[in-house]
């Protein structure tokens, strides 16, 4: 009796699998949604508050929840990709993700939307963990720059979207669809794993993942998160900040030690000796705060210095992520026809030009100036983002790929919370200085003066990014 063909031939290393762009399609949709969630559930916010009767407490951790359990997780799923395989990791999480989203939109009450969305967030982070992994397993390396420049390009698309859908939904078909649209496309692209998604057959024997370290991790990662949302909170309650902020040291102590004594770590701190690890993973760290610190400020700049109205924040709001968009897949091209190492700090030092320059013209409140900086800057983007996954992956063996493609999301969310928490703290803290609890009654000339300086300091942190990034 004969076996039937494998749909997933593999074809030697230097040329990549046969049906590589219809795995990198899959990665990508998987990836859009994960990103898409977050944004879309922002918007519809309000409505499930009144829908559910809860306060912004409560509802507020429909959002934080699943940025939280993201981040105190990834780093595990990561690690256990080597054993389990990437594929049938995503695969997994796509199936909790698809069912999740189901619970999400039935759900009638707020305790149980959290904890469904807490579910899915665990998906997601199956999902996230392993997608740079896949797209280096099955591109040869002269496409890995062009296939990250459409990873790139994706995310800036769920970026674009995300509001829009997300109003658009809640208005017309009710807030519960924000959800449920993920089900179709999610029982789709199972379909589609199974035929086309490689799930390392010859994997190494399993070995049971390391449980204390496990949980050390994951207790981790939960006390930076939380301590860094608290921060990003006003008004700041010291005391929170302080319990979470010293459980998180003793628990990196009590990690590092763990992870140094056992013979199947978690998270293998040798690679944090390694100056071509370290040093693109803080650069990366750096340009996601630089930018959540723009992303932060941005809307209360448009609407109390400038005056704007929401619709015409949210069209400027497009611009970097369109930037990137558009750019993205044309410097993946270029970085695999003039592989360079200078790509990352030489799109991260545009970018720390461009935002120095932000910081002038939001004090001149010179908007046509600004909106010239943020299509340099979303160019720039374009320039670092996909080369410098990419140069993070290479820095390390094979065998870790999987844990090196769940750190470049873990430091993609890290750089998120430290950007919102640092442009908070910079806004009230010159607010506070200046005899205003808030940016209601501040004279827009001081307001502009207050969010032009919180963008020398995102133009420095991108600098000193740069600087991370350069190689003699």
Not at 160 to 178: H, Q
Not at 351 to 370: P, Q, R, S, Y
Not at 409 to 420: D, H, V, W
Request: charged share 10%; with cysteine.
């Amino acid at each position: 009796m004969t076996s039937a063909p494998d749909p997933r031939p593999v074809t030697p290393p230097d040329s990549g699998y046969t049906t590589r762009y219809i795995i990198l399609a899959i990665v990508l949709v998987g990836i859009f949604m994960c990103v898409l969630d977050v944004q879309i559930v922002a918007i519809a916010l309000p409505t499930i508050m009144q829908s559910l009767g809860s306060g912004i407490g409560q509802v507020q951790w429909i959002a934080t929840g699943y940025v939280i359990t993201v981040l105190a997780t990834v780093l595990l799923f990561g690690s256990l990709s080597h054993s389990i395989g990437s594929g049938r990791l995503f695969r997994a999480g796509l199936l909790l993700f698809t069912l999740s989203s189901l619970g999400c939109g039935l759900s009638v009450t707020i305790p149980e939307l959290i904890l469904f969305r807490v579910l899915q967030a665990l998906g997601a982070s199956m999902l996230m963990s392993v997608c740079i992994a896949i797209i280096m397993q099955v591109f040869p390396a002269g496409e890995r720059g062009r296939a990250m420049g459409y990873y790139t390009a994706v995310i800036a698309l769920g970026l674009i979207i995300g509001p829009a859908a997300g109003g658009f939904i809640v208005d017309l078909i009710g807030w519960p669809f924000i959800f449920l649209v993920n089900v179709p496309v999610g029982i789709v692209l199972l379909f589609l794993t199974v035929r086309y998604l490689p799930v390392g057959r010859d994997l190494p024997a399993f070995r049971h993942p390391d449980y204390p370290g496990a949980l050390l991790l994951i207790g981790l990662m939960a006390s930076l998160a939380i301590a860094l949302n608290t921060l990003s909170n006003p008004p700041v309650r010291i005391e929170s900040f302080g319990l979470w902020s010293g459980a998180c040291f003793v628990l990196l102590i009590a990690f590092v030690a763990r992870e140094q004594s056992v013979d199947n770590p978690i998270l293998p701190i040798a690679i944090f000796r390694k100056r071509s690890f370290v040093l693109p993973a803080a650069s990366l760290i750096l340009y996601l705060t630089a930018t959540f610190l723009l992303l932060t400020i941005q809307p209360f700049y448009f609407e109390y210095v400038m005056g704007l109205r929401p619709s015409h924040i949210g069209l400027i709001a497009l611009i970097l992520p369109l930037s990137m968009l558009i750019a993205s897949p044309l410097f993946g091209w270029l970085y695999d026809r003039y592989r360079s190492s200078r790509y990352p700090v030489t799109g991260l030092t545009l970018m720390g030009i461009a935002f120095l320059g932000c910081g002038a013209a939001f004090t001149g409140m010179d908007i046509g100036f600004i909106l010239g900086l943020f299509v340099i800057a979303g160019l720039s983007r374009s320039v670092y983002q996909g080369p410098n996954s990419i140069e993070i992956m290479a820095s390390l063996p094979t065998a870790l790929h999987g844990i090196g493609s769940s750190l470049i999301t873990a430091l993609q969310y890290l750089g998120i919370m430290f950007g919102i928490s640092i442009a908070t703290f910079l806004m009230t803290a010159q607010l506070d200085w200046a005899g205003y609890a808030g940016l209601t009654g501040a004279d827009p000339g001081l307001l502009a003066v207050i969010f032009g300086n919180c963008m020398y300091v995102a133009g420095i942190i991108c600098l000193a990014g740069a600087v991370c990034e350069y190689k003699v």
